[in-house]
């Protein structure tokens, strides 16, 4: 398979994964969103915000590579605390509009790879 055409396959998964998600989203009572999630110490609407900003410290690195500039190496634990930070009071639509326009983004750039 050439690069391009796993590339674009990349994509098109990563789509489908990330509108799952936002469906999942959509059937949260949303009386839950500030229960602790499955993953210890993080609550629902945290791990929300996780996945929906996870990709920015790479798209960072993308956008880098692009630009002809060395791409900065930031350390990925304080760049997802920073992330969910911001977006810890965040309403869930906001956040699931977060994650399509990454998403969108992501892939536009993967295109120009």
């Given amino acids: 398979m050439r690069e391009g055409a796993i590339i674009a396959a990349a994509c098109a998964h990563w789509e489908r994964v990330t509108e799952y998600l936002v469906e999942l989203a959509a059937s949260v009572d949303p009386a ?4 602790p999630s499955a993953n210890p110490g993080w ?4 791990l929300l915000a996780h996945l929906a ?3 920015m410290t790479r798209f960072a690195r993308y956008r880098a590579v692009i630009d002809g500039i ?3 190496q930031p350390d990925d634990l304080t760049a997802n605390e ?3 930070g ?3 009071n965040a309403t ?4 699931v509009a977060e994650l399509r326009r990454m998403r969108e983004e ?3 750039v993967n295109g120009v790879l």
């Fill in 32 to 35: 839950r969103w500030d229960e």
């Fill in 86 to 88: 911001k977006w810890r």
């Fill in 92 to 95: 869930p639509e906001a956040i």
């Fill in 106 to 108: 992501l892939t536009r």
């Fill in 70 to 72: 060395d791409p900065v």
């Fill in 43 to 46: 609550t629902n609407r945290e």
């Fill in 82 to 84: 920073e992330n969910i």
């Fill in 53 to 55: 900003t996870g990709y």
